[in-house]
Each structure stands twice: as structure tokens, then as C-alpha cells.
């Protein structure tokens, strides 16, 4: 299927994409507030600078978008028909990096979730996993 934006149109769509603050993190920052923890955001001196980190846990939720991500079976996460080597290149580099700050993480004695996007919307499990994480269940 070909794209049926101009470069210039998906490049301007691609700028508006964000790092920080999206959606589904905001959500489960919510989530964790209203659940009476509290936390720190984006430590830059932890590899990765990863989402949510609650320090007197010793625990870091990572909120990862499907598409970026590259989530295993997830509808969201299918990669585009045009220009295929660069997005390969670029979603590949994005899973290598993901991985490799996962473990660096627990090399440093952190424990670490990964909430993916497309979990967001059912907040009810959501919210279960969160618990089993924090609570150590």
C-alpha cells in the first residue's frame, strides 16, 4: 500500500510525534498518582531516561508506543510499505536500544515494566499489572 501523503505532509506528521509526555504515559502517570504512589520523571542519569521511576521502589515503568516499539503482534506496531530499509533500520535500531537500557537498568538493580500503549485503554488491567509490579505479587 503507498503512501498517500508527499514527503513533505509525512514529514510534518512525523515532527508533531513526541518523546515525552504522550498520551499513554500521562495516563499511567494518572494511574500511579491516583494509586498514591509518587515518582520522578525522565532521569536523564539512568540509561535511557526512562518514563517513570520510583526511587524508594527501586522500579521504573517504561511507556512505549507500539509502533515505535516494535510490539510483538500488536496491530498498531505494523511497519509502513514505503521506503522499507530506512524504517527497518530505524524501528530495529529502536528495539536494539530498548534492550540494551532494559538491561543496563538491571545491571544497576532497578526492575523494570514495560506498559505498552495499546494496554492504556483497558485501565482496569492496566491497573492490576501496575499493582503487581509495585506490590511484588
Known amino acids: 500500500m503507498l503512501d498517500i501523503l508527499t514527503a513533505e505532509e509525512r514529514s510534518a506528521r512525523m515532527r508533531l510525534v513526541r518523546s515525552k509526555d504522550t498520551k499513554p504515559e500521562m495516563a ?3 494511574l500511579l498518582h491516583g494509586l498514591g504512589y509518587r515518582f520522578r520523571l ?7 531516561a526512562p518514563d517513570i ?4 521502589h527501586g522500579k521504573i515503568v517504561l511507556v512505549n508506543g ?6 510483538k503482534g500488536c496491530s498498531r506496531a505494523t511497519r509502513p510499505a514505503n521506503n522499507r530499509e530506512w524504517w527497518a533500520e530505524r524501528l530495529d535500531g529502536n528495539v536494539w536500544r530498548d534492550r540494551r537500557n532494559r538491561e543496563r537498568l538491571r545491571q544497576l538493580g532497578w526492575k523494570v515494566l514495560v506498559v505498552w500503549e495499546c494496554e492504556v ?12 509490579f509495585l506490590e511484588g505479587c
Open 53 to 56: 521511576v520510583l526511587p524508594r
Open 121 to 132: 485503554a483497558r485501565q482496569d488491567r492496566l491497573r492490576r499489572k501496575l499493582l503487581r
Open 42 to 48: 525522565h532521569r536523564r542519569d539512568l540509561p535511557g
Open 28 to 30: 499511567v502517570r494518572s
Open 66 to 71: 507500539c509502533f515505535w516499539h516494535c510490539h
